[in-house]
């Protein structure tokens, strides 16, 4: 499963590039609105010159020809854009002409298999269903991505099921379980993901005993060549 991180924090992407596990970026206008500094395009950028991964750059207006003005201009950021577009009647008219003209789409607020499905037919070549938001109105998020993950394979779609709206590790587990081709998750969560306290305890207490390993072997080397320093000096007084 693909990990893309969810955020407009370029310090965020930069750590986790390092880690090794970045495969690709999602924001959205929230994420943005927690950034300063930049222009939108100008962080967008940015990004794409930390990952060569997808990044996905959402569109704000909910008309088609709006929507279209906004992710040509995205589009010319970089090769690896990918335009976010919502699920609506204006979206899918959107996707279906940016598929056309050949702009890579990812299609966002997907709460039912349905409209992923009718996103796929339009040619978004991401989906993401909200996971987060459906448990926040008890419903079973998980479902949609399991219903989903069948749906392309059955009918083999050119698309791929990007588990979003991610808030816990256990989110992640049961999306790779449910068959997410994607996950994109804030840094925190992914944070969570790499520590567990069993470990954390782990890595200190081998430091600690590898500290006192080199402490009584620095001590015993020690009385070792101060014997032996003596030794000559017990020698002389004895000729
Ligand atoms: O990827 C979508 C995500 O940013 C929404 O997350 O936690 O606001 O539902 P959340």
């Not at 207006?61 to 690896?80: D, S, T, W, Y």
């Not at 991505?145 to 588990?163: C, G, K």
């Not at 992640?172 to 969560?189: E, I, S, Y």
């Not at 207490?205 to 009584?216: G, H, I, L, P, V």
């Amino acid at each position: 499963m693909k990990i893309f991180l969810d955020t407009a924090d370029i310090e965020e992407i930069r750590i986790v590039a390092r880690w090794g596990v970045l495969d690709g970026v999602t924001t959205n206008p929230t994420l943005f609105a927690k950034t300063s500094g930049a222009t939108y395009e100008e962080v967008l950028k940015e990004i794409c010159t930390i990952t060569s991964g997808p990044v996905s750059a959402e569109v704000v207006a909910e008309e088609v020809e709006g929507m279209l003005k906004e992710g040509r201009a995205f589009a010319k950021i970089a090769p690896n854009i990918v335009v976010k577009v919502p699920m609506s009647e204006e979206g899918l008219e959107a996707m279906s002409r940016f598929a056309e003209e050949g702009i890579k789409t990812n299609c966002t607020l997907i709460f039912t298999a349905n409209q992923g499905l009718l996103a796929a037919k339009a040619g978004a070549s991401l989906l993401s269903p909200f996971v987060g938001r459906l448990d926040d109105i008890n419903q079973d998020g998980m479902i949609v991505i399991r219903e989903l993950a069948e749906i392309v394979a059955i009918h083999e779609l050119d698309t791929e099921v990007l588990a979003a709206s991610i808030r816990n590790p256990l989110h992640m587990t049961q999306a790779a379980l449910a068959g997410a081709h994607v996950a994109t998750l804030p840094f925190k969560v992914l944070q969570q993901m790499v520590h567990h306290p069993l470990t954390d305890k782990g890595i200190v207490q081998f430091r600690s005993d590898w500290d006192k390993a080199r402490k009584a072997l620095a001590a015993s080397n020690g009385k070792a060549s101060a014997g032996a320093a003596k030794a000559p000096a017990a020698a002389k007084s004895g000729s």
